[in-house]
T-cell receptor
Framework: NAGVMQNPRHLVRRRGQEARLRCSPM?????VYWYRQLPEEGLKFMVY????????ESGMPKERFSAEFPKEGPSILRIQQVVRGDSAAYFC??????????????FGEGSRLTVL | AQSVTQLDSQVPVFEEAPVELRCNYS??????LFWYVQYPNQGLQLLLKYLSGSTLVKGINGFEAEFNKSQTSFHLRKPSVHISDTAEYFC???????????????FGTGTQLKVEL
Protein backbone atom coordinates (compact mmCIF):
# COMPACT_ATOMS: atom_id res chain seq x y z
CA ASN A 1 0.00 0.00 0.00
CA ALA A 2 2.37 2.63 -1.29
CA GLY A 3 1.97 6.12 0.00
CA VAL A 4 3.13 9.30 -1.67
CA MET A 5 6.56 8.62 -3.13
CA GLN A 6 9.12 11.36 -3.54
CA ASN A 7 12.57 11.20 -5.01
CA PRO A 8 15.28 12.00 -4.56
CA ARG A 9 15.15 12.19 -0.77
CA HIS A 10 18.26 14.31 -0.74
CA LEU A 11 19.66 16.45 -3.53
CA VAL A 12 22.76 18.63 -3.58
CA ARG A 13 23.21 21.24 -6.27
CA ARG A 14 25.67 24.05 -6.90
CA ARG A 15 24.40 27.55 -7.52
CA GLY A 16 23.14 27.93 -11.08
CA GLN A 17 22.31 24.26 -11.61
CA GLU A 18 18.84 22.82 -12.05
CA ALA A 19 16.94 20.73 -9.53
CA ARG A 20 14.17 18.31 -10.44
CA LEU A 21 12.03 16.79 -7.73
CA ARG A 22 9.61 14.00 -8.50
CA CYS A 23 6.40 12.91 -6.82
CA SER A 24 4.10 9.97 -7.40
CA PRO A 25 0.76 10.38 -5.61
CA MET A 26 -0.99 7.66 -3.70
CA UNK A 27 -2.84 5.13 -5.81
CA UNK A 28 -6.24 6.48 -6.77
CA UNK A 29 -5.36 10.09 -5.98
CA UNK A 30 -5.76 12.64 -8.72
CA UNK A 31 -4.64 15.84 -6.99
CA VAL A 32 -1.03 16.76 -6.23
CA TYR A 33 0.29 19.61 -4.12
CA TRP A 34 3.78 20.93 -3.52
CA TYR A 35 4.80 22.64 -0.28
CA ARG A 36 8.13 24.12 0.77
CA GLN A 37 9.47 24.04 4.31
CA LEU A 38 12.26 26.45 5.12
CA PRO A 39 14.33 26.04 8.30
CA GLU A 40 12.40 27.15 11.40
CA GLU A 41 9.27 27.79 9.33
CA GLY A 42 6.07 25.96 8.61
CA LEU A 43 4.99 24.57 5.30
CA LYS A 44 4.20 27.08 2.58
CA PHE A 45 1.86 26.17 -0.24
CA MET A 46 3.41 26.39 -3.68
CA VAL A 47 1.14 24.76 -6.28
CA TYR A 48 -1.83 22.47 -6.75
CA UNK A 49 -2.12 20.33 -9.86
CA UNK A 50 -4.33 17.76 -11.48
CA UNK A 51 -3.34 15.64 -14.46
CA UNK A 52 -2.12 17.99 -17.19
CA UNK A 53 -3.52 21.03 -15.38
CA UNK A 54 -2.18 23.59 -12.94
CA UNK A 55 -5.15 24.54 -10.77
CA UNK A 56 -3.55 26.97 -8.30
CA GLU A 57 0.02 28.26 -8.48
CA SER A 58 -0.43 31.23 -6.20
CA GLY A 59 2.48 30.16 -3.98
CA MET A 60 5.04 29.63 -6.71
CA PRO A 61 7.86 32.13 -7.06
CA LYS A 62 7.45 34.09 -10.27
CA GLU A 63 10.77 33.02 -11.74
CA ARG A 64 12.84 29.85 -11.98
CA PHE A 65 10.16 27.55 -10.50
CA SER A 66 7.76 25.40 -12.52
CA ALA A 67 5.63 22.35 -11.90
CA GLU A 68 3.89 19.80 -14.04
CA PHE A 69 1.78 16.69 -13.62
CA PRO A 70 1.74 14.94 -16.98
CA LYS A 71 -0.81 12.43 -18.15
CA GLU A 72 1.71 9.67 -17.57
CA GLY A 73 4.38 9.65 -14.90
CA PRO A 74 5.06 11.57 -11.72
CA SER A 75 4.59 15.21 -10.93
CA ILE A 76 7.79 17.21 -11.26
CA LEU A 77 8.85 20.38 -9.47
CA ARG A 78 11.63 22.04 -11.40
CA ILE A 79 13.90 24.76 -10.07
CA GLN A 80 16.20 26.40 -12.58
CA GLN A 81 19.41 28.26 -11.72
CA VAL A 82 19.19 27.39 -8.05
CA VAL A 83 20.37 29.83 -5.40
CA ARG A 84 21.27 29.21 -1.77
CA GLY A 85 17.87 30.49 -0.66
CA ASP A 86 16.24 27.56 -2.44
CA SER A 87 17.72 25.18 0.13
CA ALA A 88 14.70 23.68 1.85
CA ALA A 89 12.60 20.57 2.22
CA TYR A 90 10.04 20.20 -0.55
CA PHE A 91 7.02 18.13 0.29
CA CYS A 92 4.55 16.63 -2.09
CA UNK A 93 1.04 15.72 -0.99
CA UNK A 94 -1.92 14.13 -2.73
CA UNK A 95 -5.65 13.81 -2.21
CA UNK A 96 -8.35 11.64 -3.78
CA UNK A 97 -10.99 12.70 -6.29
CA UNK A 98 -13.82 14.86 -5.02
CA UNK A 99 -16.23 12.02 -4.36
CA UNK A 100 -13.79 10.44 -1.92
CA UNK A 101 -12.38 13.60 -0.43
CA UNK A 102 -12.11 13.50 3.34
CA UNK A 103 -10.41 16.85 3.66
CA UNK A 104 -6.85 15.98 4.47
CA UNK A 105 -3.70 15.79 2.42
CA UNK A 106 -1.42 12.77 2.38
CA PHE A 107 2.25 13.68 2.47
CA GLY A 108 5.41 12.15 1.14
CA GLU A 109 8.65 12.11 3.13
CA GLY A 110 10.02 15.10 1.33
CA SER A 111 12.99 15.97 -0.85
CA ARG A 112 15.70 17.92 0.89
CA LEU A 113 17.52 20.28 -1.44
CA THR A 114 20.87 21.72 -0.46
CA VAL A 115 22.41 24.39 -2.65
CA LEU A 116 26.14 24.89 -2.21
CA ALA B 1 -7.46 34.94 3.49
CA GLN B 2 -7.03 32.27 6.11
CA SER B 3 -4.15 32.08 8.56
CA VAL B 4 -3.01 29.90 11.44
CA THR B 5 -1.13 30.99 14.55
CA GLN B 6 0.79 28.63 16.76
CA LEU B 7 1.98 30.81 19.59
CA ASP B 8 4.44 28.36 21.10
CA SER B 9 7.45 27.46 18.99
CA GLN B 10 8.74 25.02 21.61
CA VAL B 11 7.05 23.19 24.46
CA PRO B 12 9.18 21.16 26.86
CA VAL B 13 7.34 18.70 29.08
CA PHE B 14 8.21 15.78 31.32
CA GLU B 15 7.13 12.28 30.43
CA GLU B 16 3.66 11.33 31.70
CA ALA B 17 2.70 14.98 32.17
CA PRO B 18 -0.22 16.49 30.26
CA VAL B 19 0.38 18.84 27.36
CA GLU B 20 -1.59 21.39 25.37
CA LEU B 21 -0.39 22.83 22.07
CA ARG B 22 -2.22 25.97 21.08
CA CYS B 23 -3.62 26.84 17.69
CA ASN B 24 -5.70 29.81 16.61
CA TYR B 25 -6.99 30.43 13.14
CA SER B 26 -8.43 33.24 11.13
CA UNK B 27 -10.93 32.69 8.35
CA UNK B 28 -13.97 34.41 6.93
CA UNK B 29 -15.79 31.17 6.21
CA UNK B 30 -16.40 27.83 7.83
CA UNK B 31 -13.25 25.79 8.03
CA UNK B 32 -11.86 22.36 8.32
CA LEU B 33 -9.07 22.01 10.90
CA PHE B 34 -6.20 19.57 11.15
CA TRP B 35 -3.26 18.62 13.31
CA TYR B 36 -0.28 16.93 11.71
CA VAL B 37 2.85 15.51 13.33
CA GLN B 38 6.30 15.47 11.77
CA TYR B 39 9.05 13.24 13.13
CA PRO B 40 12.66 14.13 12.25
CA ASN B 41 13.45 13.80 8.56
CA GLN B 42 10.01 12.47 7.77
CA GLY B 43 6.85 13.70 6.13
CA LEU B 44 3.70 14.88 7.86
CA GLN B 45 1.28 12.40 9.35
CA LEU B 46 -2.32 13.27 10.15
CA LEU B 47 -3.11 13.19 13.88
CA LEU B 48 -6.74 14.27 13.74
CA LYS B 49 -9.17 16.49 11.90
CA TYR B 50 -12.34 18.47 12.47
CA LEU B 51 -14.77 18.67 9.56
CA SER B 52 -18.13 19.02 11.33
CA GLY B 53 -20.16 17.57 14.18
CA SER B 54 -18.78 17.05 17.68
CA THR B 55 -16.31 19.75 18.63
CA LEU B 56 -14.14 17.29 20.56
CA VAL B 57 -12.11 15.25 18.14
CA LYS B 58 -10.04 12.22 19.05
CA GLY B 59 -7.03 11.20 17.01
CA ILE B 60 -4.21 8.71 16.95
CA ASN B 61 -1.67 8.16 19.72
CA GLY B 62 -4.03 9.40 22.43
CA PHE B 63 -4.26 12.97 21.17
CA GLU B 64 -7.46 14.99 21.09
CA ALA B 65 -8.42 18.51 20.09
CA GLU B 66 -11.37 20.77 20.70
CA PHE B 67 -12.83 23.13 18.13
CA ASN B 68 -13.95 26.39 19.67
CA LYS B 69 -15.66 28.57 17.10
CA SER B 70 -16.12 31.61 19.34
CA GLN B 71 -12.43 31.68 20.21
CA THR B 72 -11.34 30.50 16.76
CA SER B 73 -9.13 27.90 18.40
CA PHE B 74 -8.27 24.26 17.88
CA HIS B 75 -5.90 23.33 20.72
CA LEU B 76 -4.29 19.91 20.81
CA ARG B 77 -4.09 17.99 24.07
CA LYS B 78 -2.76 14.76 25.48
CA PRO B 79 -3.28 13.78 29.13
CA SER B 80 0.01 11.89 29.46
CA VAL B 81 2.88 12.21 27.00
CA HIS B 82 5.55 9.69 26.13
CA ILE B 83 9.12 10.13 24.96
CA SER B 84 8.03 8.95 21.53
CA ASP B 85 5.73 11.98 21.23
CA THR B 86 8.78 14.19 20.73
CA ALA B 87 8.18 15.73 17.32
CA GLU B 88 7.00 18.86 15.55
CA TYR B 89 3.27 19.48 15.47
CA PHE B 90 1.53 21.55 12.84
CA CYS B 91 -1.95 22.98 12.91
CA UNK B 92 -3.60 23.57 9.54
CA UNK B 93 -6.81 25.05 8.19
CA UNK B 94 -8.71 24.46 4.97
CA UNK B 95 -11.66 26.42 3.71
CA UNK B 96 -13.22 23.27 2.35
CA UNK B 97 -13.04 21.53 -0.96
CA UNK B 98 -11.84 23.77 -3.75
CA UNK B 99 -13.20 24.13 -7.23
CA UNK B 100 -11.63 21.17 -8.97
CA UNK B 101 -11.97 18.98 -5.89
CA UNK B 102 -8.74 19.71 -4.08
CA UNK B 103 -7.88 20.81 -0.56
CA UNK B 104 -5.55 23.75 0.02
CA UNK B 105 -4.23 23.68 3.56
CA UNK B 106 -2.65 26.65 5.28
CA PHE B 107 -0.20 25.62 7.98
CA GLY B 108 1.01 27.25 11.17
CA THR B 109 4.72 27.59 11.86
CA GLY B 110 4.74 24.51 14.06
CA THR B 111 5.36 23.67 17.72
CA GLN B 112 8.31 21.54 18.70
CA LEU B 113 7.23 19.22 21.52
CA LYS B 114 10.16 17.91 23.53
CA VAL B 115 9.37 15.22 26.06
CA GLU B 116 11.98 14.74 28.75
CA LEU B 117 12.50 12.01 31.31
Amino acid sequence: NAGVMQNPRHLVRRRGQEARLRCSPMKGHSHVYWYRQLPEEGLKFMVYLQKENIIDESGMPKERFSAEFPKEGPSILRIQQVVRGDSAAYFCASSPPNTKNTGELFFGEGSRLTVL
Amino acid sequence: AQSVTQLDSQVPVFEEAPVELRCNYSSSVSVYLFWYVQYPNQGLQLLLKYLSGSTLVKGINGFEAEFNKSQTSFHLRKPSVHISDTAEYFCAVSEGVLTGGGNKLTFGTGTQLKVEL
